[in-house]
């Protein structure tokens, strides 16, 4: 399974949320395996993923001891997927990330073809899963769901902060922070562009998808007009 399991959202708000993992076992073939994670990562820019990342470094929008808070909301909004390639220094869960499901098809059949050696699991919808695995010439051997949440759920954040929330798969993006990027949207105190990188720094396992949170801020922002 993967935390990414726990996205919130209808089967039809994943349409732009393909996520494609390569891990290594602890003690199988993780030995010698760092060039191949890094080949996985190479192999799927040509599909332009809207984001790749380790759960050691994050993604390719990430925080820097080096500047001060208020340095951070004018800071490069380009994500570097070079220093994410570069920076993997241990073996561990890569992630490439796609909006659209034609790019994580294509990216899925090479990763297959190339036969590396490591596990790979893809998170979307079961239906834009299946259809990927299809596309690639492979079978799906095993699904996993999300039960969703139990208990008082009437204390819960409203859907569009939990949409957002549960991008970073360690819950590393507070339904706080959520709450005010779309606030400060709706506002004109901040583009959506903006508030979706500020959003993806804070993500530690790099699996943030800048485009599904950017179409959710637009869309809270044109509920209010």
């Known amino acids: 399974m993967t935390n990414t399991l726990h996205r919130y959202g209808s089967a039809e708000s994943f349409d732009d949320d393909y996520i494609v993992f390569a891990t290594p076992s602890n003690g199988k073939n993780d030995i010698d395996s760092l060039p191949k ?7 799927s820019l040509p599909f332009q993923p809207v984001n790749i990342g380790d759960p050691v470094h994050g993604g390719a929008l990430r925080p820097s001891r080096d500047l001060h808070t208020s340095a951070n909301w ?18 561990a869960s890569v992630v490439a990330i796609f909006d659209n499901q034609p790019a994580a098809e294509q990216f899925l059949k090479v990763a297959a073809e190339a ?40 204390k819960l954040p409203n859907t569009q902060l939990l949409a957002l929330s549960t991008m970073c ?57």
């Open 169 to 225: 798969g360690h819950g590393m993006i507070s339904s706080s922070l959520a709450k005010k990027m779309i606030d400060w949207v709706k506002e004109g105190r901040r583009t959506p562009e903006e508030a979706v990188t500020y959003m993806a720094r804070f993500c530690s396992c790099g699996v943030f998808n800048p485009v599904r949170a950017r179409r959710i801020l637009e869309e809270a922002r044109k509920k209010m007009e």
């Open 37 to 43: 994670l890094k080949k996985f990562l190479e192999m």
């Open 74 to 91: 004018k800071r490069d909004m380009t994500p570097n997927f070079r220093a994410v390639i570069d920076g993997l220094t241990e073996p």
């Open 115 to 154: 036969d590396l050696g490591l596990s790979v699991n893809m998170s979307a919808s079961v239906e834009g899963a299946v259809e990927c695995c299809k596309f690639a010439g492979i079978t799906r051997h095993s699904v996993g769901y999300s039960l969703g949440f139990e208990g008082a759920t009437e």
